[in-house]
C-alpha cells in the first residue's frame, strides 16, 4: 500500500474515534473535551499499526505499551480501544459513571486495554521511562509509547526523566508533546512559556521533531522515523489545536473540561459523521 493510500485510511481511523468519542460524551453532558480531541489523529496513527497489542490478549507481554500521561484525554483512548476491539461499544456508557469501568482518568485498574493509571500531570514520564526499561531488560523489543500535554511540560519531573532517558540511551521509548497550547487555567505562552519545545527536548539529549498533528499520515511517517533512530528516545511534538473538530470546544478558552448542551453535541456529532464519510469516500478513491 503506498504512503497516500495508507494516509487516507488512518484518517478514516480518526475520524471514526473523533466520532465515537463524541458519542460516548454525549451520554454524560460533559467532560474533557479538547484535550482528547487534539489527540485523535495520534491514537488513530498508533492504534492503526504503530502500536504493536492484540485484543483477544491485552495482557500479552510483548506487546508495546501507551501511557496516556495526560489522562484527562480518557475518553478518545475509550473510543479508540472499543474500535480495536479491546471492549464493547455498550461498555462505551459507563463514561463518568460512578462504578463504571471508565473512569475520568484513565485506570488500568479498570478498564481492559488501559497500560497504565494517570492523570497526575508529570508522572507519566516516569512510569512510561520504567515500562521502556523494563521492556529493554526483558529483551522483548516492545516499544513504549508515551503522551503528554504541553501545559504538563512545566511539570519538573517531565524533565528529570527526560534526562535520566537519555542518560540510558532508551530508544524504546517515544514521547508526543500534545501542544494544542492551551491548559487547564489559560492559555500555554500566558502561564508558562515554553518556548520551542522540541529543541528542550534535544538539549536534553533526545531527537525530536515537530510534525501537523492532525494528519495521521505524518505521524505515522514520524514514528516511524523515530522507531529508526537508535541510542537515544524521541519526542514528537504535535502542533494540534484544542478541541479540534468540535465546534463548541475548538477555539475555546475553557474547553479543558466543559459542559454542553444537547444541541451542541448533536451538532457536533453530525459534523464528525459527515467528516467521516468523507474521509471513506476519499479512501476508497482510486
Not at 529483551?139 to 519531573?157: P, S
Request: charged share 20%; hydrophobic share 40%; glycine share 12%.
Amino acid at each position: 500500500m503506498n504512503a497516500q493510500k495508507e494516509s487516507r485510511n488512518l484518517k478514516v481511523v480518526a475520524e471514526s474515534i473523533r466520532l465515537v468519542t463524541l458519542q460516548t460524551l454525549s451520554n454524560v453532558g460533559f467532560g474533557h473535551v479538547g484535550g482528547a480531541m487534539s489527540i485523535v489523529e495520534t491514537l488513530a496513527a498508533l492504534y492503526g499499526g504503530e502500536l504493536r497489542c492484540d485484543p483477544g490478549n491485552p495482557k500479552w507481554e510483548g506487546r508495546d505499551r501507551l501511557v496516556m500521561s495526560k489522562g484527562h484525554a480518557g475518553p478518545a483512548l475509550y473510543a479508540t480501544l472499543c474500535l480495536r476491539g479491546f471492549f464493547p461499544k455498550e461498555k462505551l456508557l459507563e463514561l463518568n459513571q460512578g462504578g463504571g469501568s471508565l473512569p475520568s482518568h484513565c485506570d488500568m485498574n479498570k478498564t481492559v486495554g488501559i497500560d497504565m493509571t494517570t492523570g497526575s500531570l508529570g508522572q507519566g514520564m516516569s512510569t512510561a521511562i520504567g515500562i521502556a526499561l523494563g521492556a529493554r531488560l526483558a529483551g522483548t523489543g516492545a516499544y513504549t509509547f508515551l503522551i503528554l500535554g504541553d501545559g504538563e511540560c512545566n511539570e519538573g519531573q517531565v524533565w528529570e526523566g527526560a534526562m535520566f532517558a537519555a542518560h540510558n540511551k532508551l530508544d524504546n521509548l517515544i514521547a508526543f508533546v500534545d501542544w494544542n497550547k492551551q491548559q487547564l487555567d489559560g492559555f500555554a505562552r500566558d502561564i508558562i512559556d515554553m518556548g520551542d519545545i522540541a529543541e528542550k527536548f534535544k538539549a536534553f539529549g533526545w531527537r525530536a521533531q515537530t510534525v501537523y498533528g492532525h494528519d495521521p499520515g505524518l505521524i505515522k511517517a514520524a514514528i516511524i522515523e523515530a522507531k529508526n533512530s537508535h541510542n537515544a528516545p524521541s519526542a514528537i511534538i504535535l502542533d494540534t489545536v484544542k478541541g479540534f473538530g468540535c465546534d463548541f470546544a475548538e477555539g475555546i478558552a475553557a474547553n479543558h473540561h466543559m459542559n454542553f448542551t444537547q444541541d451542541q453535541i448533536s451538532k457536533a456529532i453530525k459534523k464528525a459523521e459527515l467528516r467521516l464519510e468523507e474521509a471513506k469516500a476519499a479512501a476508497n478513491a482510486r
